[in-house]
């Protein structure tokens, strides 16, 4: 196969939100959502191989900012995130995000990306592809409570991978609504909107939560919440910021991903800490059940794992052998002499003189 990846290991690829949009819309959409659900899935297949640590957080009172780093033995990836809930008052993004792919043996970075769009990308996709375990039989209708940045990922993702055929969205600013609602239009799926958080559970076998508050904030009431439903819950995800009241917790079977991590961050910091919880790879294994009745209440507690940034940057690595949406950085120093670093600047200077 032709690669355009660089020869010299000084350069290293760059993919900048321009490169990102041009690579989501050449593989399309939906297409890349259920490939980038793949590779997810296949590595939390090998989950145990994994180098995991709860992400490494600096709060503030406005938000916070997180390194999130893990490695399989071959290759290394972190990124950086931020959460700001108030940040799309002056313009900004709640959730911004850029990371590093990194060759284990020699330490040099293989690849530099943004991760704002390859963060809502892969966090739509492991919603999805933990749904496809854990959700009722045919599901068809989702309820998506909160419209902004990540809903209309989310929505085309259970699409893509479960099958889906209707969203009944809510927010509390109808404007993020109709924003979803219009880029929805010709996506395939009926898309209704609904003025309270009650009618969008109405009838839905699966419920979404993707709301930004930096507080303990109850999206969902106990009594909203009906038998058998699969909840998926993106946007508790940091400490004292939740999004379900605590007796839904206790009607559930909770799914989690890393529970180092979503202990601190999730719905269930809520909960005792030996609360029972099942491991999301050992449902995908077949080394735990996922759901065993119609009536019960699944709960994919979601945070975010390090593992789907790094399955999402491979992927995006791999498709840049076959298609050029890239620069490449001159990152790394590269001397004639690996230890000749203070000679390279040197000559550098002779140069400069002589031009
Ligand atoms: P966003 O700010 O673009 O959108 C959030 C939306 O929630 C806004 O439209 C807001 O009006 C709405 N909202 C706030 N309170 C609400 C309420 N009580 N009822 C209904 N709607 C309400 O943010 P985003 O980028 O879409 O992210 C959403 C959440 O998902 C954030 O909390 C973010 O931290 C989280 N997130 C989680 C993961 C993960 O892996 N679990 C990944 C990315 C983002």
Redesign the pocket.
């Known amino acids: 196969m032709t690669t355009h990846l660089p020869g010299p290991f000084s350069l290293v690829p760059f993919v900048s939100v321009d490169d990102m949009m041009k690579l989501v819309i050449d593989i399309g959409v939906e297409q890349m959502l259920s490939e980038l659900a793949d590779e997810i899935e296949n590595d939390f297949r090998r989950w145990e191989l994994f180098d995991k640590t709860p992400r490494v957080a600096a709060h503030s009172e406005q938000g916070v900012i997180e390194l999130m780093p893990t490695s399989d033995g071959e290759a290394y990836g972190f990124k950086y995130v931020n959460?700001h809930?108030g940040?799309?008052h002056s313009g900004r993004?709640?959730?911004t995000a850029f990371g590093v792919l990194a060759d284990v043996a020699n330490g040099y970075p293989l690849l530099l990306s943004e991760m704002t769009l390859l963060?809502?990308l892969r966090?739509a996709a492991?919603s999805a592809m933990v749904a496809k375990h854990l959700m009722p039989k045919g599901a068809k209708t989702m309820a998506m409570?909160?419209?902004?940045?990540?809903?209309e990922f989310q929505s085309l993702a259970f699409k893509a991978v479960c099958g889906i055929t209707r969203v009944q969205m809510?927010?509390?600013?109808a404007k993020?609504t109709a924003k979803a609602m219009r880029n929805l239009k010709n996506s395939g799926l009926e898309v209704v909107a609904c003025k309270t958080?009650e009618d969008a559970v109405h009838g839905a076998e699966i419920i979404t939560t993707?709301?930004?508050?930096k507080q303990y904030?109850t999206?969902l009431t106990d009594n909203m919440v009906g038998a058998g439903v699969h909840i998926n819950a993106?946007?508790?995800?940091?400490p004292g910021?939740t999004e379900l009241h605590r007796d839904i917790l206790l009607r559930s079977d909770i799914f989690v991903e890393f529970p180092e991590q979503t202990r601190i961050e999730g719905e269930i910091q809520q909960l005792d800490p030996d609360h029972p919880v099942t491991e999301m790879w050992q449902v995908i294994n077949g080394q735990a059940a996922g759901r065993t009745s119609d009536r019960q209440i699944t709960l994919f507690d979601?945070?975010?794992f390090a593992t789907?940034d790094f399955s999402a940057l491979r992927y995006v690595r791999e498709q840049l052998k076959t298609r050029p949406y890239f620069t490449n950085l001159d990152l790394l120093a590269d001397p004639d002499d690996p230890r000749d670093l203070f000679g390279m600047v040197m000559r550098k200077q002779a140069k400069m003189a002589a031009e």
């Open positions: 959460g809930p940040n799309t993004q709640t959730v963060t809502a966090t492991t409570i909160g419209n902004g940045a990540q809903s809510y927010d509390i600013d993020a958080p993707c709301t930004a508050d904030a999206i993106i946007g508790g995800d940091c910021k979601s945070v975010g789907e």
